[in-house]
């Protein structure tokens, strides 16, 4: 491509070295048609634009609408604010220069901010950008910023699941995976501040002691683990099944109000815990007392009252001969 200069001497212009200056460039002739269109512009553009019109192409939005080569020229070294037909959402900075001797204009443009997104979307490499072209540091930047946001991300979901897990932990019993009596007391304080109905059973193993000094401990840890395992295929996923003690346990019941459904929940206990306990080729054999309560036999129930009843109601069944529930009514 050859272009004469004012002094008569003719320059020559080679389109590849256009692309390499400038790879988002057009080349317009004096008829305001493109003789040629930097590689980025044909990825963003859609393919060979060549002989096409420049107002086909693209638009220009600022300073002012141009129509034709010649308002362009209007413009030459102005800033201007341009959008590609094909991609119309994206916005791009410009500068149009005109050639010697009518010689047409070159159309020199950037994806400015618009740069990040027409990566990701034009499949856009280094070898579309400039070596000089500043945009290609931002997307380094970028490229950091993502990479050390991820980082953060991931530390963060890290940190937010030991957190997590610490809170898990100490609130769980470890031996039998059960709720902890710091559980346990939360549970009961959200239920009464709540002021919804529960019960309330406090749970102690009879013969416990036998099978520890017996069959040692390993035979006691089996022994309370298929007691917690009892106690939750017993209640409700809303219940809260805690273990407060060695071989003590306590039971939050969320909306029970029936004294006789209570009891007979215990009863069941009872007979479940009952039956004889296999491990390591012998037969572990407890049962359970049963102290027990609700709410609704108190006019302003408080933790700490609910809880000593209960306790109160767990020896007096242990004083009957064991494997016993006793229910415990209060005081308004």
């Known amino acids: 491509m050859r272009v004469p200069a004012s002094d008569g001497r003719v320059i020559g212009l080679s389109g590849r070295a256009l692309d390499r200056l400038m ?21 963003l553009g859609g393919g060979a634009l060549a002989g096409r019109p420049m107002e086909e192409v693209l638009e220009v939005r600022k300073p002012r609408p141009v129509r034709s080569l010649a308002e362009l020229l209007l413009l030459d070294g102005q ?16 500068q149009a220069v005109s050639l010697p001797a009518g010689g047409g204009a070159v159309l020199d443009l950037s994806l400015g901010l618009s740069v990040v997104e ?16 500043l945009a290609v540091e931002m997307l380094y930047l970028v490229e950091a910023k993502t990479a050390v946001m991820e980082e953060y991300k991931r530390l963060n979901r890290r940190l937010n699941g030991a957190r997590i897990d610490a809170e898990e932990r100490a609130v769980t019993d470890t031996l039998t995976g059960l709720r902890n009596r710091r ?6 304080a959200q239920m009464v501040a709540a002021a919804r109905p529960f019960g309330l059973m406090h749970l102690d193993l009879d013969h416990f002691k036998q099978v520890n000094d017996s069959l040692g401990h390993a035979a006691g840890d089996h022994v309370l683990q298929e007691v917690g395992r009892i106690l939750l295929e017993e209640t ?3 219940d809260t099944v805690s273990r407060v003690g060695g071989d003590e346990f ?3 019941f969320d909306g029970l109000a029936d004294a006789a459904r209570l009891t007979a929940i215990a009863r069941r206990i009872i007979a479940r815990l009952e039956r004889p306990m296999p491990f390591d080729g012998t037969l572990c054999r407890v049962s359970a007392s049963i102290g027990a309560t609700l709410s609704i036999f108190y006019d302003r129930p408080d933790a700490e009252r609910v809880l000593r009843d209960a306790d109160a109601a767990l ?3 242990k004083h009957k001969g064991r494997a016993e529930v006793s229910l415990a009514r209060g005081g308004n």
């Not at 559980?183 to 009961?188: I, R, T, V």
């Open 23 to 43: 790879p988002m460039h057009l080349w317009l002739n004096p008829a305001g048609r493109i003789v040629h269109a930097g590689r980025k512009v044909r990825k």
């Open 79 to 94: 800033r201007l604010e341009v959008r590609l037909t094909a991609a119309p959402d994206l916005r791009f900075k410009g």
């Open 118 to 133: 027409a990566v990701s979307r034009f499949d856009l490499t280094l070898q579309d950008f400039a070596p000089t072209d």
């Open 183 to 188: 559980a346990m007391d939360g549970a009961l």
């Open 236 to 238: 409700r996923t809303a």
């Open 250 to 252: 306590l039971v939050l």
């Open 315 to 317: 020896y007096a069944s």
